[in-house]
């Protein structure tokens, strides 16, 4: 208590509201990161490919206790917490009255967030298919220059064909201008 007394007028007059308003609005920031989350996975895919040194560290922190997933998911976090940061501003809302004195500065807080995360939304579905070609780019051996500016994946699937002595599975990706078909060997 000691402590909150020697605080200056300005700290000890802030509210909940005030500090959420001024953090909410600061989350636009994340709409730069999101603008070049494309290049980050590119860059990312292209290291790891040319630099086996990049590509052994990027391997050891997925297999690590800390990590548990592709190097490429670590960079998606940051948007989780703004999921994480409206759902508990909608919840504050929900539970507080609208005579609150922090009332209008949650819900103003809550709205640099929503505005935040549309934008996020959009710029990601963009992001989400250039993963999937990387990740496309990357299984498929003999396939070059896969990732175009304007390439999308649009579609994949697997069609089992029956043969003569056994069925065959064939894996097809509709890419924007054209189709690929992989056999798969020793597969039934």
């Not at 490919?49 to 206790?65: G, L």
């Not at 909608?90 to 819900?107: A, S």
């Amino acid at each position: 208590m000691d402590m909150w007394e020697c605080q200056p007028d300005c700290l000890r007059n802030c509210t909940v509201g005030d500090i959420l308003k001024k953090r909410m609005a600061c989350m636009k920031l994340y709409t730069t990161y999101v603008a070049n989350e494309t290049k980050i996975y590119e860059l990312l895919s292209r290291w790891q490919q040319e630099n086996s040194e990049f590509a052994r560290v990027c391997s050891q922190i997925e297999d690590s206790d800390i990590a548990h997933r592709p190097v490429s998911e670590l960079f998606y976090r940051p948007f989780q917490r703004m999921i994480h940061y409206k759902e508990l501003l909608k919840r504050m809302l929900n539970h507080c009255h609208t005579e609150w004195e922090d009332f209008e500065d949650v819900r103003e807080a809550l709205q640099h967030i929503e505005s935040a995360l549309q934008h996020v939304n959009k710029s990601t579905k963009s992001a989400e298919n250039s993963r999937k070609m990387i990740r496309l780019q990357r299984e498929l051996v003999g396939v070059e220059n896969l990732l175009k500016p304007g390439r999308s994946l649009i579609k994949e699937g697997s069609l089992y064909l029956t043969g003569r002595r056994r069925p065959h599975q064939f894996v097809f990706f509709l890419v924007i201008n054209f189709l690929i078909s992989i056999l798969l060997v020793g597969k039934t």
